[in-house]
């Protein structure tokens, strides 16, 4: 029963992060502005679109962005694709990705960890679980 329980809770744990969405900002070919505000905000695609995309094209008339959602595997490959263009100078195309909430958006300081903020008890709390689980199920052998 111990095991059951275990299981069953282990279960829902692993499964609770593996249905995030994420943020990212999306606009198309924006000359100058950076397109990250709030009304450029979307939800992207839950366990489809696990990746924000940044485009950066150098033009004649001056900088211009793309960004969006994206699955990890095109935007990877999309960056590979153009990283030999990816020079800072004219016609320069330089396309990058990230994971985490709103990512594509301005360069953002790290901010200072303090006791006040701390970190996400979750990743804490799956080895503990683990532990417990493994602790009660040897005990039944």
């Known amino acids: 029963m111990r095991l059951l329980i275990c299981a069953t809770l282990l279960g829902v744990f692993l499964d609770a992060g593996n249905a995030l969405q994420i943020q990212c900002y999306q606009c198309e070919e924006i000359n100058q502005n950076d397109c990250s505000t709030p009304e450029y905000i979307v939800n992207c695609t839950v366990n489809v679109q696990d990746t924000c995309q940044k485009e950066v094209l ?29 020079t800072g100078k004219l016609n320069s195309v330089c396309i990058t990705c990230c994971s985490t909430p709103l990512c594509n958006g301005p360069k953002r300081r790290r901010p200072v960890q303090s006791a006040a903020t701390g970190t996400h008890p979750a990743p804490l709390l799956l080895p503990a679980l683990m532990l417990l689980c493994l602790a009660s199920t040897t005990s039944l052998l």
């Open 58 to 86: 150098v033009k004649p008339d001056g900088i211009h962005y793309r960004k969006s959602c994206a699955s990890s595997g095109a935007c990877l490959i999309a960056s590979s694709g153009y990283q030999q263009f990816c």
